[in-house]
């Protein structure tokens, strides 16, 4: 089977079968032209010859790809090949699939930015603690700069989970693990100060951040970390 007569058929499959977007057929198509034009040049575009590369031909191609792509891009050039010779398996144009073992490259993970002592120091005295929803918002931040809990860990946290007089308190996270974190002097200050006003009961939820349906607390670290 010629390659631009597979191509279209392959492409009439997305759509009819697969239901994909035309932006993501149009995709497809420019990775996969790319694909064969690289690796058998012109002539290949209207022959069969790519029914007959093997793995190794479509690795030199990736390789060759990665000097100038980046890994994400080389990701969904391999999806596409994938995703093609799958199908022409199905039609019996092929009894192999070449790219079946091939795993495309670990995407670079984004070093995390940090804030400064200065950033912090402003995030930690944003809250006005006269109030009792300042003071809310100040143990909160207080418990999540100690213990590094996530904001939806802090505002589900029940006050059973919390021993101030051991200075711990108890998180249950993903999969149901549980974990023991010690509080630390300054959270343990401003969780005491703010236990001593809350009216809670025992079972309920701790700390709510929501204030006029935004959490504060998130959108202050938004605001300080942009």
């Given at each position: ?200 009961q025992s079972g309920q939820i701790l700390l ?19």
């Open positions: 089977m010629p390659f631009d007569q597979a191509l279209a058929a392959f492409m009439r499959y997305l759509h009819l079968a697969q239901g994909l977007s035309r932006a993501t057929q149009q995709a497809y198509q420019r990775d996969l032209r790319d694909f064969v034009l690289r690796t058998g040049g012109e002539t290949a575009m209207t022959s069969a010859a790519w029914l007959s590369w093997q793995e190794a031909d479509i690795r030199q191609y990736l390789v060759d790809l990665s000097a100038e792509a980046k890994p994400q891009t080389l990701a969904r050039r391999l999806a596409a090949i994938k995703r093609l010779y799958k199908f022409a398996l199905h039609q019996a144009w092929l009894s192999r699939h070449p790219a079946q073992q091939l795993q495309a490259p670990k995407r670079q993970q984004a070093i995390p930015s940090v804030l400064s002592e200065q950033k912090i120091n402003a995030l930690l005295a944003a809250p006005e603690v006269a109030t009792p929803l300042g003071l809310r918002d100040r143990a909160i931040l207080e418990l999540m700069y100690a213990t590094g809990l996530r904001v939806s860990e802090v505002v589900s946290l029940p006050l059973a989970q919390i021993d101030l007089a051991a200075g711990l308190l108890m998180v249950v996270g993903k999969g149901n693990k549980q974990r023991i974190i010690p509080l630390g002097e300054w959270a343990h200050d401003w969780l005491g100060q703010y236990l001593l006003l809350a009216s809670t709510r951040a929501v204030l006029m349906s935004v959490p504060f607390v998130v959108v202050l670290i938004y605001q300080l970390c942009n």
